[in-house]
C-alpha cells in the first residue's frame, strides 16, 4: 500500500514557476514509477511526465517538454515536478501517481495508487 500526498500548488503569473511535491509513504519507494498526470475542468486526466523506480528514466507529454523536470528524492520518498515558463493552458489540479513495474506509463490506468491532488492556476 501506497500514500501519496501532494503539496506545492498555487496561483503564478504566465512565465513564472513553481515546483510540486508528491510525498509518499511505504518502504518500498524505489520499486514504484511514479508519475504525473493533470486535469482541467471537463477535460480527462492527461500524462504530464514519469519518473522509473531507480532513476534516472523519465519521460514528458510533449506540451510540458523543455519547461518541466520530474525527479526523485530516495532519502525522503518525495517525487518533485518543477515547472518553469508556465502558461495559462497548465492550469489544471495535478496528481500525483504510484505504479508497479518498469515501465513509465503514460495513462492513467497504468499506475495503481493516488494522491488528492494539488490545484493550479496560471493567470495571463
Known amino acids: 500500500q501506497v500514500q501519496l500526498v501532494e503539496s506545492g500548488g498555487g496561483l503564478v503569473q504566465a512565465g513564472g514557476s513553481l515546483r510540486l511535491s508528491c510525498a509518499a509513504s511505504g518502504r518500498t519507494f524505489s520499486s514504484y514509477v511514479m508519475g504525473w498526470f493533470r486535469q482541467a475542468p471537463g477535460k480527462e486526466r492527461e500524462f504530464v511526465a514519469a519518473?522509473?523506480?531507480?532513476?534516472?528514466?523519465?519521460s514528458y507529454a510533449d506540451s510540458v517538454k523543455g519547461r518541466f523536470t520530474i525527479s526523485r528524492d530516495y532519502a525522503k520518498n518525495i517525487v518533485y515536478l518543477r515547472m518553469n515558463n508556465l502558461k495559462p493552458e497548465d492550469t489544471a489540479a495535478y496528481f500525483c501517481?504510484?505504479?508497479?513495474?518498469?515501465?513509465?506509463?503514460?495513462?492513467?490506468?497504468?499506475?495503481?495508487?493516488w494522491g488528492q491532488g494539488t490545484q493550479v492556476a496560471v493567470s495571463s
Open positions: 501517481a504510484a505504479g508497479p513495474g518498469m515501465v513509465l506509463g503514460t495513462t492513467p490506468d497504468g499506475y495503481s495508487y
Open positions: 519518473i522509473s523506480g531507480t532513476g534516472p528514466s523519465t
